[in-house]
């Protein structure tokens, strides 16, 4: 699901919030309508994502991804990284305060997500 509504969005603010939501609430695959109109994108276009060719191509480029950090230490799922690198200092951060460091590599100006 996240993969399909980060499609969507053009931007790194609104693809750092609709993260933040999702990886915020207790059950994230739950909150994918509320988070996805929280974002400003329709919700059936997400859904009908999931479901289609489309939403497995992602997946599957997603698990490429995640692969492609195993020899770096991945040790658990969700591993995050940014800008395409993993460090572990960022992991651990990012599962205490994900807007924090996702807000410190966005820079300025900050995207509306990071001004809250």
């Given at each position: 699901?996240q993969?399909?509504?980060l499609?969507l969005?053009?931007?790194s603010g609104?693809?750092?919030?609709?993260?933040?939501?999702?990886?915020s609430?207790v059950d994230?695959?739950?909150?994918?309508k509320?988070?996805?109109?929280?974002?400003g994108?329709?919700?059936a276009?997400?859904?009908?994502?999931?479901?289609s060719t489309?939403g497995?191509?992602?997946q599957?480029m997603?698990?490429?991804?995640t692969?492609?950090?195993a020899?770096?230490?991945?040790g658990?799922?969700?591993?995050?990284?940014?800008?395409?690198?993993?460090?572990?200092?960022?992991?651990?951060?990012?599962?205490q305060?994900f807007?924090?460091?996702?807000?410190r590599?966005?820079g300025?100006?900050?995207p509306?997500?990071c001004q809250?």
């Amino acid at each position: 699901m996240q993969s399909c509504a980060l499609s969507l969005l053009n931007s790194s603010g609104p693809q750092m919030e609709f993260v933040y939501c999702v990886m915020s609430s207790v059950d994230g695959s739950q909150e994918g309508k509320r988070c996805s109109e929280k974002v400003g994108i329709s919700w059936a276009a997400v859904d009908s994502c999931t479901k289609s060719t489309v939403g497995t191509t992602l997946q599957l480029m997603a698990q490429e991804e995640t692969l492609k950090l195993a020899p770096l230490g991945l040790g658990f799922v969700p591993t995050i990284t940014f800008n395409k690198k993993y460090s572990q200092q960022d992991q651990r951060d990012a599962l205490q305060n994900f807007r924090g460091i996702a807000c410190r590599y966005l820079g300025s100006p900050a995207p509306p997500g990071c001004q809250i």
